[in-house]
């Protein structure tokens, strides 16, 4: 009879402890729960800046190649410049009996030439970088798209 008696008054003892154990382990879990969640904004706010780095050499990279473009397709314009110095030159030339092997009109032909080619050359640099920079999107994808798996694991869970 004892015994009836202890394990009737031990259960509600040793029921109680399981509830209070619950209890207890409920905030715990709820700082755990608190610190994944941490990890997991810290990560994707790693990964943001991530992509901003890599958003910024290609646009830093386009934007000089652009800056070079433009130089070469000044010189080019300066070369053309020149070419036309030459040939207003010419307005002025007498060739009453000068035996010379190069005239202004020769230097004129070399100067536009060239300058034509190195106009191309940098109007082309600056057009081919303009392009990959007006193509290229800043987003950073890779971390809106973990964001929005996590919205959508999140309403699966809840």
């Known amino acids: 009879m004892a015994e009836a008696e202890r394990g009737l008054t031990g259960s509600p003892a040793a029921s109680a402890q399981p509830m209070q154990a619950d209890i207890e382990s409920l905030p715990a879990l709820f700082g755990r729960l608190g610190d994944e969640v941490m990890k997991l904004v810290d990560t994707k706010l790693n990964l943001i800046k991530v992509e901003l780095k890599e958003d910024a050499s290609v646009y830093a990279r386009n934007s000089a190649m652009m800056v070079v473009g433009g130089v070469v397709a000044t010189v080019g314009l ?3 410049l020149v070419a036309v110095a030459c040939f207003v030159s010419l307005l002025f030339d007498n060739d009453a009996g000068t035996a010379t092997r190069y ?3 020769s230097y004129g032909w070399g100067f536009a030439i ?3 080619v190195i106009a191309a050359i940098g109007g082309v640099l600056a057009f ?3 392009n990959r920079m007006a193509s290229y999107n800043p987003a950073p994808t890779a971390s809106l798209e973990e964001i929005r798996k996590d919205k959508q ?5 809840i």
């Open 128 to 130: 081919v970088a303009k």
């Open 78 to 80: 300066a070369l053309i």
């Open 153 to 157: 694991w999140l309403k699966n869970e």
């Open 114 to 116: 060239t300058g034509l």
């Open 103 to 105: 005239t202004p009109k």
